[in-house]
Each structure stands twice: as structure tokens, then as C-alpha cells.
């Protein structure tokens, strides 16, 4: 099976074809209504991706930079849904870079915008004070380090998040990625869970779990349980915990404002979802394609076993993608060299190596190498006591390492430094910073993903 895009939208359409009526029928439902809310077509393909609304970091981005990538050869719509209903802190990290006794050094620091405690009713509430104070501070420092291009598309990603100041705090990275996205030549849609709930699919969705919540969470819980099994987890809050009795998988908000596991008293609330009954929604009723990042296409093995135990269909295939880049320091910048600090076990490879295989340093004295083979030899087809052998073998390794003194002082002068720049590389490979801080065309320019046929129960 070829596993191109056209050719996974292909198999998809024809797999869901063949569903029962009674899933088609809420598919053409839900589509219906995200094509009225949106203002779209309802029967051009859409390509869908999801994550919680924080500031993207470049695997995010890859997610959604694919989706519109497939759209556009599909002739359809990408669609990121933004999961506001989603407690989490909104952290605004960034590369630092300063002086220390003579020399620059990078460390990574961030400022906290929203904590997850002031959530209340699909927001956070937002503290810009001192904020875009810091985004100009951020420009000024990395301005002598960064690479001109980069430098750019960090300066106007700043001056977007400035006009999209006055936003809740969903709608503030939703809509700066957005903005700034479109910049480069993609359109991409957004949607929040919290626009979703408020769909009358959605809550037919809901409905079909619960008529049959038993049905479901053994299902859920069988699905959690293989899982677990498969990847020799013992953690049962791992990847979620099981479904209790008399709950619900979803969410509901109580009194105060906060979020708080549904029951069976909650069925006539407004039921907000949970991460697999949310995946399940995306996957089955609203895409005809979904792009999942390594972390979700793996956990999604419960969520494909979930859909073959309770709604009896196959799971459609999927797009995986995801991304690693380096912060664009400028070569001639002097903490470019951070990047070309040896990782620790590689150095510890190397010290073994001075330690028991000399005939891998460089530096070796062949006839006590020659003398090494020999002993091992000699060690290997001797028959009774070899303590004797033993001894002259450690003798050959102590005149070996003698012999490379010089290599051993280099070795542990890497050490020192290993000890003192690791962090200042593993800033350099961070991650986890806003897209925005990396090379945009690296993003754009990749066009690799995987595909993932979901594994058919037989």
C-alpha cells in the first residue's frame, strides 16, 4: 500500500464508506455543522490536527504546517482544534544569552503568563505585565547571535503577539500562530473544544457513549489494559487512568467555575472531553484525515481499540509528524560552539576505550597492542589457572594507558568542560521554545511524515 497523502485520503474515504449508517449519519452531522460554523464546504476534505492552547513549540507547528501541506494537494481544509477547555500553566520561554568571567553563555529562562490555577470557564486569566518589556529585551539580546532571517520572523512573531494583546489567553497564541502562519503562506483554520461542546453532534456524540456506558468503559478500560500490558506499564494512571464506576469519560464544569471529572448525575450537563473521547470525536466523526505528533500516534493504540470494541468500525489511517531543530545562532557567534560539546556517553566510550581497547586510540603503541592480542589470545585457550595471564594482561593495560598519558589529560579536560557546557548545548537543542525562535523554513522546507494503518483486531 502506497502511502501518500492522495492514497491515505483514498483509503480512508472508501474504508469509511462501508461504515453502519448510524456512524455515517453523525459524521455527516458533525461535519455539517464545523462546515456552518467555519463557513465552508462541508464535502471538501478536511485535514485535522489538536493540541492545548499554549505557545507551539516546532513539533506543534510541524503538525499543523502538514495539515495544510495535505490540504492543499487534497484541495481541502486544515483545521487545528484547540483544546481551551484544558487547564495548563502558559509559559513563555526563551534563549538567553549573557556574559560570565569572560565568556558568553546561553541558559534558558521563561516568565509565566497564566497558571493553570486561575482556569476558569475556557480561560486563563492572563498577566502581560512586564511581558512585551521582555519580548523587545529577548530581540536586543539575541540580535548579535542570530541569523538575520531569523532574527526577522522572531521580530514580526513578537510584534503579532503585540496586536493580539487584548485576546483571552487561548486566543492569544491561537491567533499570533495564526497571523503569523498566514504570513508564510498557509491558511489554517481554528476551532476550540470549547466551540465544539456547544454543537448539537457533539452532543449526540455524547449521547451514544452514554446509553451504553457500560458497553464503553469495558471497552476503555480492556483497551487501557492491553496497552499497559503491551508496553510493560505499571502504572495504572498510565497513559490515563481507568474509567471508575459511575463515571463518565468526560469533563463537566462545576459551580465555581473548575473543571472536575463527569458521573452518571452529570448526563444532562454540558460534557466537555476528555483525551480519548475528544481523539475518538476528531478521528471517527470530524476528519478525513488526522495528523498526530509520535506522543498521540502512539497512545491512539487505545484509542484505535476503543473504536473497533464499542463503534465496531475500523479506525481510519493517520499522519504522524514531528520535528527537532537548533536554535540559528550564527557560526561565528561564540556560543555556536556549545553545540560541538561531546554528549557525555560518548565521552564515556571513549574513556573505555583508553581503558581497555588501546588498539582504538589513535595514539596506541603497536607492539604493546600486538603484546594485548596476544595475552587474550593465550587467556581465551589456556586450561586451568590463569591468574597469571590475568596479571600480565593488566600490566599490558596500565603500560598502555602510561604509554597514552597525553590522551588521558585530553580526555579529562573534555570532561571538565562536558561538566561545565552541557546545559548551555542542551539550550541550544531545546526543544520546547515557541516555533517562532527557530528557522520557520526548516519547518516548511521538511516534507517527511509517516503513515500509521491502525492494527485490524482479527
Same mark, same amino acid.
Given at each position: 500500500?502506497?502511502?501518500?497523502? =492522495?492514497?491515505?485520503?483514498?483509503?480512508?474515504?472508501?474504508?469509511?464508506?462501508?461504515?453502519?449508517?448510524?456512524?455515517?449519519?453523525?459524521?455527516?452531522?458533525? /461535519?455539517?455543522?464545523?462546515?456552518?460554523?467555519?463557513?465552508?464546504?462541508? +464535502?471538501?476534505?478536511?485535514?485535522?490536527?489538536?493540541?492545548?492552547?499554549?505557545?507551539?513549540?516546532?513539533?506543534?507547528?510541524?503538525?499543523?504546517?502538514?495539515?495544510? /501541506?495535505?490540504?492543499?494537494?487534497?484541495?481541502?481544509? $486544515?483545521?487545528?482544534?484547540?483544546? +481551551? #477547555? +484544558?487547564?495548563?500553566?502558559?509559559?513563555?520561554?526563551?534563549? =538567553?544569552?549573557?556574559?560570565?568571567?569572560?565568556?558568553?553563555?546561553?541558559?534558558?529562562? &521563561?516568565?509565566?503568563?497564566?497558571?493553570? +490555577?486561575?482556569?476558569?470557564?475556557?480561560?486563563?486569566?492572563?498577566?502581560?505585565?512586564? @511581558?512585551?518589556?521582555?519580548?523587545?529585551?529577548? $530581540?536586543?539580546?539575541?540580535?548579535?547571535?542570530?541569523?538575520?532571517?531569523?532574527?526577522?520572523?522572531?521580530?514580526?512573531?513578537?510584534?503579532?503577539?503585540?496586536? #493580539? =494583546?487584548?485576546?483571552?489567553?487561548?486566543?492569544?497564541?491561537?491567533?499570533? /500562530?495564526?497571523?503569523?502562519?498566514?504570513?508564510?503562506?498557509?491558511?489554517?483554520?481554528?476551532?476550540?473544544?470549547?466551540?465544539?461542546?456547544?454543537?448539537?453532534?457533539?452532543?449526540?456524540?455524547?449521547?451514544?457513549?452514554?446509553?451504553?456506558?457500560?458497553? @464503553?468503559?469495558?471497552?476503555?478500560?480492556?483497551?487501557?489494559?492491553?496497552?499497559?500490558?503491551?508496553? *510493560?506499564?505499571?502504572?495504572?494512571?498510565?497513559?490515563?487512568?481507568?474509567?471508575?464506576?459511575?463515571?463518565?469519560? &468526560?469533563?463537566?464544569?462545576?459551580?465555581? *467555575?473548575? /473543571?472536575?471529572?463527569?458521573?452518571?448525575?452529570?448526563? *444532562?450537563?454540558?460534557?466537555?472531553p476528555r483525551a480519548i473521547t475528544l481523539s475518538i470525536f476528531l478521528r471517527l466523526f470530524a476528519s478525513d484525515v488526522f495528523v498526530h505528533g509520535t506522543g498521540g500516534a502512539r497512545y491512539d493504540q487505545v484509542t484505535n481499540s476503543i473504536i473497533q470494541r464499542f463503534f465496531r468500525v475500523t479506525p481510519l489511517a493517520f499522519l504522524v509528524k514531528t520535528a527537532s531543530l537548533q536554535i540559528p545562532v550564527l557560526e561565528a557567534s561564540p556560543v555556536s560552539r556549545y553545540k560541538n560539546i561531546l554528549p557525555y556517553s560518548k565521552w564515556q566510550s571513549q574513556y573505555r576505550d583508553f581503558q581497555y581497547h588501546p588498539e582504538k586510540i589513535r595514539a596506541h603503541d603497536p607492539f604493546l597492542v600486538k603484546e594485548r592480542f596476544r595475552l587474550v589470545e593465550e587467556f581465551r585457550n589456556a586450561v586451568g589457572n590463569k591468574k597469571q595471564i590475568h596479571e600480565r594482561l593488566e600490566q599490558n593495560r596500565l603500560k598502555n594507558m602510561k604509554n597514552m598519558n597525553l590522551i588521558k589529560k585530553n580526555l579529562h579536560a573534555e570532561l571538565d568542560e562536558i561538566k561545565k557546557y552541557s546545559r548551555d548545548k542542551s539550550v541550544l537543542f531545546d526543544r520546547s521554545f515557541p516555533y517562532f525562535f527557530y528557522d520557520i523554513n526548516e519547518l516548511i522546507n521538511d516534507n517527511s511524515f509517516d503513515v500509521v494503518f491502525p492494527d485490524v483486531a482479527p
Open positions: 500500500m502506497t502511502h501518500d497523502i =492522495a492514497s491515505l485520503y483514498n483509503y480512508n474515504r472508501d474504508l469509511s464508506s462501508r461504515w453502519p449508517d448510524k456512524i455515517l449519519q453523525l459524521k455527516t452531522l458533525v /461535519r455539517e455543522e464545523i462546515a456552518e460554523r467555519l463557513m465552508l464546504s462541508k +464535502d471538501l476534505p478536511l485535514i485535522v490536527n489538536g493540541h492545548q492552547a499554549i505557545f507551539y513549540h516546532p513539533g506543534l507547528v510541524s503538525k499543523e504546517i502538514l495539515a495544510f /501541506r495535505a490540504a492543499s494537494q487534497l484541495k481541502g481544509n $486544515a483545521l487545528s482544534v484547540i483544546l +481551551d #477547555h +484544558d487547564p495548563n500553566d502558559l509559559i513563555f520561554s526563551y534563549p =538567553a544569552i549573557k556574559m560570565e568571567k569572560s565568556e558568553f553563555r546561553i541558559q534558558k529562562k &521563561f516568565k509565566l503568563l497564566a497558571s493553570k +490555577d486561575s482556569f476558569h470557564y475556557f480561560n486563563l486569566q492572563l498577566d502581560l505585565n512586564g @511581558f512585551f518589556e521582555i519580548l523587545e529585551n529577548i $530581540a536586543a539580546n539575541l540580535k548579535p547571535h542570530y541569523r538575520e532571517e531569523s532574527l526577522h520572523f522572531l521580530e514580526e512573531n513578537f510584534a503579532i503577539l503585540k496586536r #493580539h =494583546a487584548g485576546k483571552n489567553s487561548s486566543d492569544l497564541v491561537v491567533h499570533s /500562530r495564526m497571523e503569523s502562519l498566514k504570513q508564510s503562506g498557509m491558511n489554517l483554520l481554528a476551532l476550540k473544544t470549547s466551540e465544539i461542546t456547544a454543537l448539537q453532534s457533539w452532543k449526540q456524540y455524547c449521547a451514544s457513549i452514554n446509553s451504553d456506558i457500560a458497553g @464503553f468503559a469495558s471497552a476503555y478500560n480492556l483497551a487501557l489494559h492491553d496497552y499497559r500490558n503491551a508496553h *510493560g506499564i505499571k502504572n495504572h494512571a498510565q497513559p490515563v487512568p481507568d474509567l471508575k464506576y459511575d463515571e463518565l469519560p &468526560f469533563w463537566v464544569i462545576d459551580d465555581n *467555575g473548575k /473543571r472536575q471529572k463527569a458521573s452518571y448525575a452529570d448526563k *444532562g450537563k454540558t460534557l466537555l
